[in-house]
């Protein structure tokens, strides 16, 4: 839903600035998904005239025009072919610029120059050149109205001084699909009066029952059905306050009789439609009859798109005597369709249910902002009201004269909707205590009639509007919003453990909880007690239980290893052989007193992905480096960075074989390593046991949240690979410190992607291939550069590694 300043201006005053009433409308409820500062657009360009045009002498594809500026004529080259003399176009004039394209850091400038041989003094715009839309075939052809030298911002109605707001609106607030809508809530928090439209029609006239009748065949989908006819009217263009407000919010001005139907329903949230008087059927009667009923299977019915659909009968149609005319509360027909040759035109303000318009929609794959009001709820006692705006705004727009009175088939008006709202529960649920009166104010400035009022409770009468209110809670809710969110204290609910108490890294660890289930990890939650043959598989003192309830049970946890190891051989023995896991919790050791800290630990086995049709992938188990990758993923995304990896000067426990996870070199972060395959097999494991653990308080407190974004690059990359041959003893890392010793220009990556032994490596060495992608953020390279710079890497292996390149 789209809604700019001013409109919202003309029904509630207030002054906020355009970025109060964003923070307004976001406390409210109605999420504002983008804000658009209208005016400084289309600066140099103007509404022109093509006067003349004729072939250009040098090219057979380009144009010789003389155009009308509205301060005199120009001359200008054009190649478009979709234009003739007297059509009015955009034109920018020379030093104006065309608004940048996606991916463009400064805007086009357009100068006087030639082109061919022959000066051209500005340029012809198309819509895609001015940034409205992808249509690039020709030129923006305007309307026959646009007045030649007006600037093109005005032209479109962008003047300085407005502002649009595009709203998400959520689906039980239907009321909020309307600029009254979201002025009353405007009202309802400012205290500031509800300005509606003044709607007067004229008196006199035959009577519309002579003319049209209604007949409900249906009345459970369509519980209302409002008629009016307007003789006489002119179907012309809009004038330019409606043109100009429709297409501030995203809305093709059609004609003035159709782009009042559009204001309205988006001025009140009311649908309408308007049909050609003259192309409905006549009955025996002789006048016609709008019959609203079920679709016939399989009949078929040509909407205004063009598209002829297959309907059944959970379709419902409006329909003459004859002939299907709309398919209701979606889309009308062509057959019935306003034209320029239209005279009399029949408005249809109606309530169809929410139910059968979304279950039509979504079978016809048809979404309309018809179509996008009516599923969500219409206010059934608005449609005459609606039709009353849209025939007065029609006699002022294309003239006419009004039939007296409407064919309004109504038969079972709703009954009013009445809910009580005790002051003590408000102050229950909300955690704070408002007073009586001012609840009964939010109320009633919400629009909420007051129809019995006590010391301790109020009963109200909910508007059909209000489609969301339905219980006491909800009226709760309405004063929440209205009496401030931002003012209710946050509190623990009542009962809770710690209730005073605020966890200040909860979001933290449920974070970490997200990325590592987001990797593939499934999350286990194992015993804080452990038995004394479990805790053997870590070193230092543990906590013992003076009284404890078992054997099994008898220390505090020095480690989140060993339940990690109790849940592999649980799930082994169940014939679940691919496991991996992570488990964050608390352990205990006793280090200077009692030391209790936060862990996250890790361990995998088996497959790394379940076996497929297509293959065997018995030999795709999980390895060292699949953890090392889970753990340098989880920290990346975690914020923790600069991690890297040492061999331990001793062992954590004879049972595990293991490398410290280190931080700037110095901090110890935890440990990442293998289970000793002797006790695997003792524990009914597999040979192959993966465990990490990592000190999760470190993590916290070193953590750092912000992250960072980057444009995508400009410029293409280039790639050159080089595999060599290297001693069994070099990593990774020593190949990784010689290129970035070297420091190569424009290099931008290095990845390991092979690692071989085999046929044709000698003993005791390895072959290693690596890719470089080289990048310069401003230009693109030449293969002459990054030759030259991958020849100096190719050197420096040579000479540090004593690397043999392979060809």
């Known amino acids: 839903m789209k809604v700019t300043l001013n409109w919202l201006k003309q029904?509630?005053?207030?002054?906020?600035?355009?970025?109060?009433?964003?923070?307004?409308?976001?406390?409210?409820?109605?999420?504002?998904?983008?804000?658009?500062?209208?005016?400084?657009?289309?600066?140099?360009?103007?509404?022109?005239?093509?006067?003349?045009?004729?072939?250009?002498?040098?090219?057979?594809?380009?144009?010789?025009?003389?155009?009308?500026?509205?301060?005199?004529?120009?001359?200008?080259?054009?190649?478009?072919?979709?234009?003739?003399?007297?059509?009015?176009?955009?034109?920018?004039?020379?030093?104006?610029?065309?608004?940048?394209?996606?991916?463009?850091?400064?805007?086009?400038?357009?100068?006087?120059?030639?082109?061919?041989?022959?000066?051209s003094h500005g340029m012809l715009c198309s819509p895609k050149e001015l940034g409205l839309s992808d249509d690039a075939q020709g030129l923006l052809i305007l309307p026959p109205a646009a007045k030649v030298g007006q600037?093109?911002?005005?032209?479109?109605?962008?003047?300085?001084?407005?502002?649009?707001?595009?709203?998400?609106?959520?689906?039980?607030?239907?009321?909020?699909?309307?600029?009254?809508?979201?002025?009353?809530?405007?009202?309802a928090v400012t205290g500031n009066p509800l300005r509606l439209p003044d709607v007067k029609l004229p008196d006199g006239g035959d009577r519309v029952e002579k003319w049209v009748a209604v007949r409900l065949e249906?009345?459970?989908?369509?519980?209302?059905?409002?008629?009016r006819v307007v003789r006489g009217v002119r179907v012309g263009p809009s004038p330019d306050w409606l043109r100009q407000t429709l297409e501030k919010v995203g809305v093709r001005s059609i004609s003035n009789v159709v782009d009042v139907t559009n204001y309205v329903m988006l001025e009140i949230g009311q649908p309408l439609h308007a049909f050609d008087y003259h192309l409905l059927g006549k009955g025996q009667s002789g006048t016609p009859t709008i019959v609203v009923r079920r679709a016939g299977e399989g009949e078929k019915f040509t909407t205004l798109d063009g598209q002829e659909r297959a309907l059944t009968t959970q379709n419902l149609l409006i329909a003459d005597e004859t002939k299907a005319i709309a398919l209701a509360g979606v889309m009308g027909g062509q057959n019935t369709?306003?034209?320029?040759?239209?005279?009399?035109?029949?408005?249809?303000?109606?309530?169809?249910?929410?139910?059968n318009i979304r279950a039509t929609s979504k079978r016809l794959e048809l979404?309309?902002?018809?179509?996008?009001?009516?599923?969500?709820?219409?206010?059934?006692?608005?449609?005459?009201?609606?039709?009353?705006?849209?025939?007065?705004?029609?006699?002022?727009?294309?003239?006419?004269?009004?039939?007296?009175?409407?064919?309004?088939?109504?038969?079972?008006?709703?009954?009013?909707?009445?809910?009580?709202?005790?002051?003590?529960?408000?102050?229950?649920?909300?955690?704070?205590?408002?007073?009586?009166?001012?609840?009964?104010?939010?109320?009633?400035?919400?629009?909420?009639?007051?129809?019995?009022?006590?010391?301790?409770a109020c009963t109200v009468r909910v508007p059909t509007f209000r489609v969301d209110l339905k219980r006491e809670a909800d009226l709760i809710e309405e004063v929440a919003r209205l009496y401030g969110v931002d003012k209710i204290p946050a509190t623990s609910p009542r009962g809770a453990i710690g209730a005073n108490v605020f966890d200040a890294v909860h979001d933290h660890i449920a974070e970490a909880r997200r990325l590592l289930t987001g990797l593939g990890l499934s999350e286990a939650q194992g015993q804080t007690l452990v038995s004394s043959e479990s805790a053997k598989l870590v070193t230092g003192d543990v906590l013992a239980l003076e009284n404890p309830l078992s054997a099994d049970m008898n220390l505090l946890r020095p480690s989140l290893i060993p339940g990690l190891l109790d849940m592999l051989r649980h799930n082994l023995h169940r014939k679940n052989d691919d496991v991996a896991l992570f488990e964050l919790g608390r352990v205990f050791r006793k280090e200077n007193g009692v030391r209790e800290q936060r862990n996250v630990a890790f361990a995998l086995t088996g497959r790394r992905q379940p076996g497929f049709w297509t293959g065997d992938d018995r030999e795709a188990t999980y390895d060292i480096f699949d953890l090392k990758g889970i753990l340098e993923e989880f920290l990346e995304q975690f914020g923790v960075r600069g991690a890297n990896y040492a061999r331990r000067a001793?062992?954590?426990?004879?049972?595990?074989?293991?490398?410290?996870?280190?931080?700037?070199?110095?901090?110890?972060?935890?440990?990442?390593?293998?289970?000793?395959?002797?006790?695997?097999?003792?524990?009914?494991?597999?040979?192959?046991?993966?465990?990490?653990?990592l000190n999760l308080d470190m993590l916290l407190a070193r953590r750092k949240s912000e992250k960072s974004f980057k444009p995508l690059p400009a410029f293409p990359s280039i790639r050159r690979d080089v595999a060599m041959i290297v001693p069994e003893s070099t990593p990774h890392e020593s190949v990784l410190n010689t290129v970035k010793k070297l420091k190569p220009a424009n290099l931008e990556r290095v990845d390991l992607f092979d690692v071989f032994r085999g046929q044709n490596i000698p003993p005791g060495q390895k072959s290693m291939a690596y890719a470089f992608t080289y990048r310069n953020p401003e230009r693109t390279l030449t293969d002459e550069e990054v030759n030259a710079a991958h020849e100096k890497v190719i050197e420096q292996f040579r000479k540090e590694l004593q690397a043999t390149i392979r060809d």
Request: aromatic share 6%; with cysteine.
């Open 337 to 355: 369709e306003i034209n320029e040759k239209t005279v009399d035109v029949l408005i249809e303000s109606a309530w169809f249910k929410p139910q």
């Open 650 to 693: 001793e062992a954590v426990s004879p049972y595990i074989e293991s490398a410290v996870i280190q931080l700037g070199g110095k901090l110890i972060l935890g440990e990442i390593g293998q289970l000793s395959p002797l006790l695997a097999k003792r524990c009914d494991l597999r040979d192959r046991v993966l465990i990490a653990e």
């Open 218 to 227: 249906d009345p459970e989908l369509c519980a209302r059905y409002a008629a």
């Open 11 to 119: 029904y509630v005053g207030f002054d906020w600035t355009p970025e109060e009433l964003r923070e307004r409308l976001t406390m409210l409820g109605l999420e504002v998904e983008g804000m658009q500062k209208l005016g400084g657009e289309f600066e140099g360009i103007v509404v022109a005239e093509v006067l003349t045009r004729d072939k250009h002498p040098n090219a057979d594809k380009l144009s010789l025009c003389r155009v009308a500026d509205g301060k005199g004529e120009r001359q200008i080259v054009c190649g478009a072919q979709n234009f003739k003399p007297g059509d009015k176009v955009p034109l920018i004039l020379p030093g104006a610029s065309l608004p940048p394209k996606p991916g463009e850091k400064e805007p086009f400038t357009i100068k006087v120059g030639k082109i061919r041989g022959v000066e």
């Open 367 to 456: 979404r309309t902002e018809s179509s996008y009001r009516f599923e969500r709820g219409a206010d059934i006692r608005i449609c005459d009201w609606a039709s009353c705006r849209a025939a007065q705004l029609i006699l002022e727009t294309a003239g006419g004269e009004l039939l007296a009175g409407v064919v309004d088939a109504f038969p079972v008006p709703p009954a009013p909707k009445e809910i009580q709202l005790r002051h003590r529960k408000t102050d229950e649920l909300l955690g704070v205590a408002i007073p009586p009166a001012e609840s009964v104010k939010h109320l009633r400035r919400l629009g909420l009639e007051m129809i019995k009022e006590a010391a301790d």
């Open 151 to 187: 600037p093109f911002a005005e032209h479109l109605g962008r003047a300085a001084g407005d502002v649009v707001y595009d709203l998400e609106i959520t689906p039980n607030r239907p009321d909020l699909n309307s600029v009254i809508g979201i002025a009353r809530e405007i009202s």
